[in-house]
T-cell receptor
Framework: DVKVTQSSRYLVKRTGEKVFLECVQDMDHENMFWYRQDPGLGLRLIYF???????EKGDIPEGYSVSREKKERFSLILESASTNQTSMYLCASSPYGADRVDEQYFGPGTRLTVT | GESVGLHLPTLSVQEGDNSIINCAYSNSASDYFIWYKQESGKGPQFIIDIRSNMDKRQGQRVTVLLNKTVKHLSLQIAATQPGDSAVYFCAGSPLIQGAQKLVFGQGTRLTINP
């Protein structure tokens, strides 16, 4: 079974702090994704990566950055957390590279609260 | 671009009945569609997917129908059980070279009445 793990289930941070959300997948998948999920807005794509050290902006990249130094790990960084970044953050991975769309496997999510 | 929307934010059905959850999309070039189930406190779980060269695909107790003419897809769940209570998302992906993105609808919350 594919397993996508996220470093924390719940996180509380203060405004202005730098926040790291970590995601690891164990199935040698090429693609990894970060979404945020808010009530009434569904899942919105922040960033994705289809190869090590590669990254692409999603629909709402402002205020976020990412890092993919190893194939299995994709980190989401909030450089200076703000209250409007309070949300559920979901990481996902999928097996193939940039040229094919397939099922994405999701982690359990990190509920981040910024106070 | 692509937008994906679900017709109803909530759906309530009797246990044992069939459930039908609908979804519409805007981009006629969309090539791939997928349904996810999300239970409270968990990440979305894959249910079934379908590519644009198919009209119908069946899984265990689930069927996805794709109508490309009206840009509509539906998820049918047979003999709905209490464990089917969840939020259901459809997602579609436009055929864009060099990018693999899913665009998600807002979700339909399915409630099962005993």
């Amino acid at each position: 079974d594919v397993k996508v793990t996220q470093s924390s289930r719940y996180l509380v941070k203060r405004t202005g702090e730098k926040v790291f959300l970590e995601c690891v997948q164990d199935m040698d998948h090429e693609n990894m994704f970060w979404y945020r999920q808010d009530p009434g807005l569904g899942l919105r794509l922040i960033y994705f990566s289809y190869d090590v050290k590669m990254k692409e902006k999603g629909d709402i990249p402002e205020g976020y950055s990412v890092s993919r130094e190893k194939k299995e790990r994709f980190s989401l960084i909030l450089e200076s957390a703000s209250t409007n970044q309070t949300s559920m953050y979901l990481c996902a991975s999928s097996p193939y590279g940039a040229d094919r769309v397939d099922e994405q496997y999701f982690g359990p999510g990190t509920r981040l609260t910024v106070t | 671009g692509e937008s994906v929307g679900l017709h109803l934010p909530t759906l309530s059905v009797q246990e044992g009945d069939n459930s039908i959850i609908n979804c519409a999309y805007s981009n006629s070039a969309s090539d791939y569609f997928i349904w996810y189930k999300q239970e409270s406190g968990k990440g979305p779980q894959f249910i079934i997917d379908i590519r644009s060269n198919m009209d119908k695909r069946q899984g265990q107790r689930v069927t996805v129908l794709l109508n490309k003419t009206v840009k509509h897809l539906s998820l049918q769940i047979a003999a709905t059980q209490p464990g089917d209570s969840a939020v259901y998302f459809c997602a579609g992906s436009p055929l864009i070279q060099g990018a693999q993105k899913l665009v998600f609808g807002q979700g339909t919350r399915l409630t099962i009445n005993p």
